[in-house]
């Protein structure tokens, strides 16, 4: 079947560092994608978005990247903060799927002092 | 704007008992309403979409007989885990959106989760 996962599920970065996180997703009709934070023990909590029709999107500290060829998806988070330590997770809608997301697997971001 | 709650947030039951988890729009009403479920270190697993007034529509593999949600107002969804088991223990995520996303996508606002521990 079609799924939405991620390549790496643990992610450990210096203070400071940027991050990156990654994405990969199989389903051609994928027409916009999530990425959200979740601490432990809380939901879910929406970063920024893409639709299919952009490749980059920025937002505070924050930037996705689209490539639609390969079918990948990716996180940048600038000078990463002890407080960005969570569970990233990447999600899609696909078009005319109604409002349905498909949530990733998700990765482990830790950051080192 | 745009908050979720969910009551309980942590819940212990007995094996073989019913729990409720209840899950609302607190400033604005909800058309739509998910539930998930998330196991330890997994990704979130949605089990069913809710629309007001209407059934709900369930996922492949998911029990219809043994969560029971109900939608009856733009502002309130339920999730009773029939005869709770240990393997439901789980994280139990809701969300909700203003609109069913017929066109295009419509926001989904999540709520805080509910741990359920089955002993």
């Known amino acids: 079947g079609e799924s939405v996962g991620l390549h790496l599920p643990t992610l450990s970065v210096q203070e400071g560092d940027n991050s990156i996180i990654n994405c990969a997703y199989s389903n051609s009709a994928s027409d916009y994608f999530i990425w959200y934070k979740q601490e432990s023990g809380k939901g879910p909590q929406f970063i920024i978005d893409?639709?299919?029709?952009?490749d980059k999107r920025q937002g505070q500290r924050v930037t996705v990247l689209l490539n639609k060829t390969v079918k990948h998806l990716s996180l940048q988070i600038a000078a990463t903060q002890p407080g960005d330590s969570a569970v990233y997770f990447c999600a899609e809608n696909i078009r005319g799927g109604g409002n349905k997301l498909t949530f990733g697997t998700g990765t482990q971001l830790k950051v080192e002092l | 704007g745009a908050v979720v709650s969910q009551h309980p947030s942590r819940v212990i039951c007995k094996s073989g008992t019913s729990v409720k988890i209840e899950c609302r729009s607190l400033?604005?009403?909800?058309?739509?309403m998910f539930w998930y479920r998330q196991f330890p270190k997994k990704s979130l697993m949605l089990m069913a979409t809710?629309?007001?007034?209407?059934?709900?529509?369930?996922e492949q593999g998911v029990e219809k007989d043994k969560f029971l949600i109900n939608h009856a107002s733009l502002t309130l969804s339920t999730l009773t885990v029939t005869s709770a088991h240990p393997e439901d223990s789980s994280f139990y995520i809701c969300?909700?959106?203003?609109?069913?996303?017929?066109?295009?996508?419509?926001?989904?606002?999540f709520g805080p989760g509910t741990r359920l521990t089955v002993l």
């Open positions: 969300s909700a959106s203003l609109g069913r996303g017929s066109f295009s996508y419509n926001e989904q606002f």
């Open positions: 809710s629309n007001e007034g209407s059934k709900a529509t369930y």
């Open positions: 400033d604005f009403q909800a058309t739509t």
């Open positions: 893409i639709r299919s029709n952009m």
